[in-house]
């Protein structure tokens, strides 16, 4: 009843830009924290950005600087603004937000499918 759904992603050069987008549809109360992690080739699944309900912020410390994560709670919208890209960034990237379906109820964790994210030299 619940799903993430990631758009965004694509190839760019060293140095670009991508606005990466993530929209939280279905049956939901509310929505705790919202977040990107990101898989490359080899490696280990890591946290990219997290935001929650109330705005805090927090990044990986290879993000820092160059990656702004913001979020449209009207809209159930996570974004991630992905700035100086280098090819370390490679990656696919995952929606992630922890979501009440009902009032009182624990938040259960919901990912998206993923969109290929390719930084080129």
């Known amino acids: 009843q619940v799903q993430l759904v990631e758009s965004g992603g694509g190839l760019v050069q060293a140095g670009g830009s991508l606005r990466l987008s993530c929209a939280a549809s279905?049956?939901?109360?509310?929505?705790?924290?919202m977040g990107w992690y990101r898989q490359a080739p080899g490696k280990q699944r890591e946290a990219v950005a997290v935001?929650?309900?109330?705005?805090?912020?927090n990044y990986a410390d290879s993000v820092k600087g160059r990656f702004t994560i913001s979020r449209d709670n009207a809209k159930n919208t996570v974004y991630l603004q992905m700035n100086s890209l280098k090819p370390g960034d490679t990656a696919v990237y995952y929606c992630?937000?922890?979501?009440?379906?009902?009032?009182?109820?624990?938040?259960?964790?919901?990912w998206g499918k993923g969109t290929l994210v390719t930084v080129s030299s």
């Open positions: 935001i929650t309900n109330g705005g805090s912020t």
């Open positions: 279905g049956s939901i109360f509310s929505i705790n924290a």
């Open positions: 992630y937000a922890d979501i009440l379906r009902y009032s009182g109820y624990d938040a259960i964790s919901y």
